[in-house]
Nanobody, 112 residues
């Protein structure tokens, strides 16, 4: 079955960087677009970025533009989210997504 496993979250100071990874299995990864979402406490889940199956086309939410970069390695069945210039308001659980499938999430905490 479809499995998405996120990693790379943690505690970082404002202005720092983190790189999230999502290892996918159970489907032909290279034929699906992928996305990253996040959910902060008390807030709705928010789409941050997505990437086409080939990696050529990407989308970033306004909150992520200029700071976050989504990428993928189809040979490794992995999608990444490089997050730079992190802010306290980026604190959330970050989820990898493919359609109706979700990972378990990885916590990102940004201290001021």
């Amino acid at each position: 079955q479809v499995q998405l496993v996120e990693s790379g979250g943690g505690l970082v100071q404002a202005g720092g960087s983190l790189r999230l990874s999502c290892a996918a299995s159970g489907f032909t990864f290279s034929t699906y677009s992928m996305a990253w979402f996040r959910q902060a406490p008390g807030k709705e889940r928010e789409r941050i970025a997505d990437i086409s199956s080939s990696g050529v086309n990407t989308y970033s939410a306004d909150s992520a533009k200029g700071r976050f970069t989504i990428s993928r390695d189809n040979a490794k069945n992995t999608v990444y989210l490089q997050m730079n210039s992190l802010k306290p308001e980026d604190t959330a659980v970050y989820y990898c997504n493919r359609g109706s499938a979700w990972g378990q999430g990885t916590q990102v905490t940004v201290s001021s």
